[in-house]
């Protein structure tokens, strides 16, 4: 089947969480605040936050991404509390190889929302819509080896460590070689 007649929803929910295509005209404003708040700590692992953007960037960057959800190149959820309504982060299905059947998951987290389970919630649910409605064969988390909150995520998950690459990868700010975790669940 071609991937572009796969019905794909545009929100999935859990018990506290809003998992919503990024497709609103205004979501670069509230993503872009929580790149600020968050900013210490994003900048040592991501690369897009190594300087902060624009909320115009933020809000190109959100637009491509929604664009890339139509095409089904990606997946991006933002992640909102269903109460409170309040941005807690961001998800997604990446790098997906529909010859295969197989994508990474990517996530990041408003750090005024961290300690809470909000993220493993998010993970949980897009794995297994991933896994029961996409019908991939093979979901990766990949992260460095050093980050070991991002790394809970998958072992609290229950995927399974398959390796760590050694200088597999550059650094968030490119100044020195890391090593790459890859999770799996199949």
């Not at 040592?44 to 095409?71: D, S």
């Not at 992260?143 to 998958?154: A, D, F, G, Q, V």
């Amino acid at each position: 089947m071609n991937p572009i007649l796969l019905d794909i929803p545009l929100q999935l929910e859990t018990e506290r969480l809003l998992l919503r295509a990024s497709m609103q005209s205004g979501d670069g404003i509230i993503v872009n605040e929580a790149i600020k708040d968050s900013f210490n700590e994003l900048k040592n692992w991501l690369p897009f936050a190594q300087t902060i953007p624009t909320v115009e960037e933020t809000e190109v960057n959100l637009r491509e991404a929604y664009t890339n959800f139509l095409k089904r190149h990606s997946f991006r959820f933002l992640i909102f509390h269903k109460d409170t309504k309040d941005f807690i982060g961001v998800t997604s299905f990446e790098d997906i190889n529909w010859d295969i059947q197989k994508c990474h998951i990517g996530y990041w987290i408003n750090s005024k929302c961290s300690g809470k389970g909000y993220m493993l919630e998010a993970v949980k649910a897009l794995y297994e819509f991933g896994f029961n409605h996409i019908n991939f064969k093979r979901i990766e988390i990949r992260c460095e080896s050093t980050n070991l909150k991002s790394r809970s995520i998958p072992e609290r998950l229950g995927f399974k460590l398959e390796g760590i690459l050694k200088n597999e990868d550059v650094s968030a700010d490119g100044s020195k070689l890391t090593d790459t975790c890859i999770y799996a669940k199949v």
